[in-house]
């Protein structure tokens, strides 16, 4: 079964630092989000992604993100700067089309910053 | 805007029993509800969904929910309750005339069944 996969699984970096985290979607999927998991909280929505461009954002996702599909494969998510606070699990998911409303999440990084 | 509100942080069954985990959702258009399942160290992974249709969706693993629109609820449901049910539990809600079909969640309901 066509899967969503994600690397690194666990990232550590230092405070200040940009990291880069991966996903490649499942083949015919065109719709991309990033949502992020601060341990013990809820799920929370960073980012929607199509046609090359950013559909929706949440108040989460300012400058210091950014989002990418650079190569039609893997979609990318930066954080510039990181802070302690981004210390999170970040998930991708992805969905041939929002009608459908079945979004497949891939298993998830763990970001820490120290 | 839309939200979702999952009463209970943590729910505990005994194995056979009936699992009731409850959600409430708030939307000004007709909604999309999920209900999703985590065990530990792993990804989401949808177990039903709402969109249009059957107010009564079935899922995997025996699962099922309700869609009721005069109670803005959609609970999940189980009549009997395996170990390996053990897991955290979110309730979800999206809109798809309104956005791009980003989903809200629910804080989570950690499920513990006895043995």
């Known amino acids: 079964e066509p899967e969503v996969t994600q690397t690194p699984s666990h990232q550590v970096t230092q405070m200040g630092q940009e990291v880069i985290l991966r996903c490649v979607p499942i083949?015919?999927?065109?719709?991309f989000y990033w949502y992020r998991q601060i341990l013990g909280q809820k799920v929370e929505f960073l980012v929607s992604?199509?046609?090359?461009?950013?559909?929706?954002k949440s108040e989460i996702f300012d400058d210091q993100f950014s989002v990418e599909r650079p190569d039609g494969s893997n979609f990318t998510l930066k954080i510039r700067s990181t802070k302690l606070e981004d210390s999170a699990m970040y998930f991708c998911?992805?969905?041939?089309?929002?009608?459908?409303?079945?979004?497949?999440f891939g298993p998830g990084t763990r970001l820490t910053v120290t | 805007a839309q939200s979702v509100t999952q009463l209970g942080s943590h729910v505990s069954v005994s194995e056979g029993a009936l699992v009731l985990l409850r959600c409430n959702y708030s939307?000004?258009?007709?909604?999309?509800l999920f209900w999703y399942v985590q065990y530990p160290n792993q990804g989401l992974q949808l177990l039903l969904k709402?969109?249009?249709?059957?107010?009564l969706v079935k899922g995997i693993n025996g699962f099922e929910a309700e869609f009721k629109k005069s109670e803005t609820s959609f609970h999940l449901t189980k009549p009997s309750a395996h170990m390996s049910d053990a897991a955290e539990y979110f309730c979800?809600?999206?809109?798809?005339?309104?956005?791009?079909?980003?989903?809200?969640f629910g804080k989570g309901t950690k499920l513990s069944v006895k043995p």
């Open positions: 998911a992805t969905m041939v089309h929002p009608r459908s409303g079945e979004q497949y």
């Open positions: 083949s015919n999927h065109l719709y």
């Open positions: 992604f199509y046609n090359n461009e950013i559909s929706e």
């Open positions: 939307s000004s258009v007709p909604p999309y």
């Open positions: 709402y969109t249009t249709g059957a107010t």
């Open positions: 979800a809600v999206s809109n798809y005339g309104g956005s791009q079909g980003n989903l809200i």
